[in-house]
């Protein structure tokens, strides 16, 4: 696990990162209601896109509000490898200066993504592009996700792959001298894979276009555009997009602002409405509705979570959002919802806990193939600590009884994100929840534990 500590401005490479490798375990017991105002930090998927695509703009490109995790961090040195100058210039304040579409240098190592499956998956798209060969790694976590998904189209578009059994990592791609564009329909809604063709489209002459059933998170299209490229995005029908994008346009350096992250936003406000009597406000959450689902769910569920100060930057808009604690009732969450909040089933899965009555997610096969096996781990957090829950397929149900018995150890199987639901959940429980590891959650959320703790939580 590397942390970036509070370091001084200039070139990423001087930036100053502590290593351990020792699990950090945690227990999570019930306080006094939350309270307090909060910003978390930058949204994830924004702060890879801006620096990958900082990376390939001629001139400046200058970030506020970066996610300094892990994933990110990882995805920084990538680009520095890659040839561009990368350089931290103030607390979450970045710049990058690009190469240009199709410049990137031969790295001379291999490129290592930690955990990040986003990271990994969006710099391949953007090396295939290039006529260079890199190698592609990752933690153990990673080495075990699928990469054909992202390879099948790359290759189509001309690069080359020699990866292990199943196009695991560690892969090495060599990105086309001559990329072609294509027409790509998703085979499921992954945001990483329309991203992927779509920065590998940049590189090729004439017109890309990708399409997909249900739509996925349109950061990166957003964020084209706000780069200076051609591409648009049209609605076909009630569910479903066409993204069309002009190669080879000349992006320009721009400035982007991260705004919060909804998905880590989400533990926060899953532990307000649970821990009675709490009343929390979180600033500049990113209020995107294709990464909104949760929000939309736990309104279902009758939370009260109330949004001001609505605005935008660069096609992103964001919203203050106050929430109260509030009694939840168990809902149904339709399949389709799943790419708007594929990332919060587990926390969703904790607020089902505490509802009264049975909460229904449907169609969730992708949670399979995230940093672990998403579905049967949020089944084995919640019955560990004594909540009656199924997986039916590729449903999960969970019988809410209105509060939970807790006492458990969770396993966390490096997963961020099933170290905080699990933490949340013991914010409410009758026995303290422990964690056999917390060290995954600098990857997206390094100051978690301090933030909850200011707010009330009772983590020790
Ligand atoms: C992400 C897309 C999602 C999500 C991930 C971030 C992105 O993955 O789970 O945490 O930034 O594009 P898929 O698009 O593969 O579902």
Same mark, same amino acid.
């Given at each position: 696990m590397w942390y +970036?500590?509070?370091?001084?401005?200039?070139?990423?490479?001087? #930036?100053?990162?502590?290593?351990?490798?020792? !699990?950090?375990? &945690? @227990?999570?017991?019930?306080?006094?209601?939350?309270?307090?105002?909060?910003?978390?930090?930058?949204d994830k998927s924004i702060s890879h896109r801006a620096l990958i695509l900082g990376a390939l703009a001629v001139g400046e490109t200058r970030i506020s509000g970066l996610l300094e995790g892990e994933d990110v961090l990882n995805t920084a040195k990538s680009m520095q490898a890659l040839g561009a100058r990368v350089q931290r210039t103030g607390d979450f304040a970045w710049t990058v200066n690009g190469v240009g579409v199709g410049g990137f240098a031969q790295p001379k190592a291999p490129l290592d993504?930690?955990?990040?499956?986003?990271?990994?998956?969006?710099?391949?798209?953007?090396?295939?592009?290039?006529?260079?060969?890199?190698?592609?790694?990752?933690?153990?976590?990673?080495?075990?996700?699928?990469?054909?998904?992202? +390879?099948d189209p790359l290759e189509k578009m001309g690069a080359r792959v #020699?990866?292990?059994?199943?196009?695991?990592? !560690?892969?090495? &791609? @060599?990105?086309?001298?001559?990329?072609?564009?294509?027409?790509?329909?998703?085979p499921v809604a992954s945001a990483q894979i329309k991203s992927a063709v779509l920065l590998a489209g940049l590189a090729a002459p004439g017109t890309t276009t990708v399409v997909e059933t249900e739509a996925s998170r349109d950061h990166t299209e957003l964020m084209l555009r706000h780069f200076g490229a051609d591409i648009t995005s049209v609605q076909e029908g009630r569910h479903g997009r066409r993204i069309t994008l002009v190669g080879q346009p000349e992006l320009h350096g721009a400035n982007v602002a991260v705004p919060a992250d909804p998905s880590s936003a989400a533990f926060p406000i899953v532990a307000a409405l649970i821990v009675e009597g709490s009343d929390v406000v979180l600033s500049d959450v990113m209020t995107n509705p294709l990464r909104t689902g949760l929000f939309t769910t736990l309104r279902e569920m009758g939370a009260s979570i109330e949004e001001s100060e609505v605005r935008g930057d660069a096609g992103e808009p964001m919203a203050r959002l106050r929430v109260r604690a509030s009694k939840l009732r168990g809902v149904e969450v339709p399949p389709e919802r799943a790419p708007s909040m594929i990332d919060e089933y587990l926390v969703l899965a904790v607020a089902a806990s505490f509802a009264e009555g049975t909460?229904?997610?449907?169609?969730?096969?992708?949670?399979?193939?995230?940093?672990?096996?998403?579905?049967?781990?949020?089944?084995?957090?919640?019955?560990?600590?004594?909540?009656?829950?199924?997986?039916?397929?590729d449903d999960l149900i969970v019988e809410g009884r209105g509060h939970v018995p807790g006492g458990g150890t969770v396993a966390t199987h490096m997963d961020h994100r099933i170290a905080m639901s699990a933490l949340v959940m013991g914010c409410a429980s009758d026995q303290p929840v422990s964690v056999d590891d917390t060290a995954f959650i600098a990857t997206s959320f390094p100051d978690f534990i301090p933030m909850m703790r200011s707010l009330g939580a009772d983590f020790s």
């Amino acid at each position: 696990m590397w942390y +970036l500590r509070a370091s001084p401005p200039g070139l990423f490479k001087d #930036t100053i990162l502590t290593h351990s490798d020792q !699990p950090r375990p &945690l @227990q999570s017991r019930a306080s006094g209601p939350l309270t307090g105002k909060v910003r978390v930090p930058g949204d994830k998927s924004i702060s890879h896109r801006a620096l990958i695509l900082g990376a390939l703009a001629v001139g400046e490109t200058r970030i506020s509000g970066l996610l300094e995790g892990e994933d990110v961090l990882n995805t920084a040195k990538s680009m520095q490898a890659l040839g561009a100058r990368v350089q931290r210039t103030g607390d979450f304040a970045w710049t990058v200066n690009g190469v240009g579409v199709g410049g990137f240098a031969q790295p001379k190592a291999p490129l290592d993504f930690g955990n990040s499956g986003t990271g990994c998956r969006l710099v391949m798209g953007a090396v295939a592009g290039c006529p260079i060969s890199a190698v592609f790694d990752g933690d153990a976590s990673l080495r075990s996700r699928p990469m054909r998904r992202i +390879l099948d189209p790359l290759e189509k578009m001309g690069a080359r792959v #020699t990866a292990g059994e199943g196009g695991r990592l !560690p892969l090495t &791609l @060599q990105g086309a001298r001559d990329p072609l564009p294509i027409t790509y329909q998703t085979p499921v809604a992954s945001a990483q894979i329309k991203s992927a063709v779509l920065l590998a489209g940049l590189a090729a002459p004439g017109t890309t276009t990708v399409v997909e059933t249900e739509a996925s998170r349109d950061h990166t299209e957003l964020m084209l555009r706000h780069f200076g490229a051609d591409i648009t995005s049209v609605q076909e029908g009630r569910h479903g997009r066409r993204i069309t994008l002009v190669g080879q346009p000349e992006l320009h350096g721009a400035n982007v602002a991260v705004p919060a992250d909804p998905s880590s936003a989400a533990f926060p406000i899953v532990a307000a409405l649970i821990v009675e009597g709490s009343d929390v406000v979180l600033s500049d959450v990113m209020t995107n509705p294709l990464r909104t689902g949760l929000f939309t769910t736990l309104r279902e569920m009758g939370a009260s979570i109330e949004e001001s100060e609505v605005r935008g930057d660069a096609g992103e808009p964001m919203a203050r959002l106050r929430v109260r604690a509030s009694k939840l009732r168990g809902v149904e969450v339709p399949p389709e919802r799943a790419p708007s909040m594929i990332d919060e089933y587990l926390v969703l899965a904790v607020a089902a806990s505490f509802a009264e009555g049975t909460t229904i997610m449907r169609g969730l096969q992708e949670l399979r193939v995230k940093e672990s096996d998403r579905l049967e781990a949020t089944a084995a957090m919640l019955r560990v600590n004594g909540v009656t829950v199924e997986v039916s397929g590729d449903d999960l149900i969970v019988e809410g009884r209105g509060h939970v018995p807790g006492g458990g150890t969770v396993a966390t199987h490096m997963d961020h994100r099933i170290a905080m639901s699990a933490l949340v959940m013991g914010c409410a429980s009758d026995q303290p929840v422990s964690v056999d590891d917390t060290a995954f959650i600098a990857t997206s959320f390094p100051d978690f534990i301090p933030m909850m703790r200011s707010l009330g939580a009772d983590f020790s």
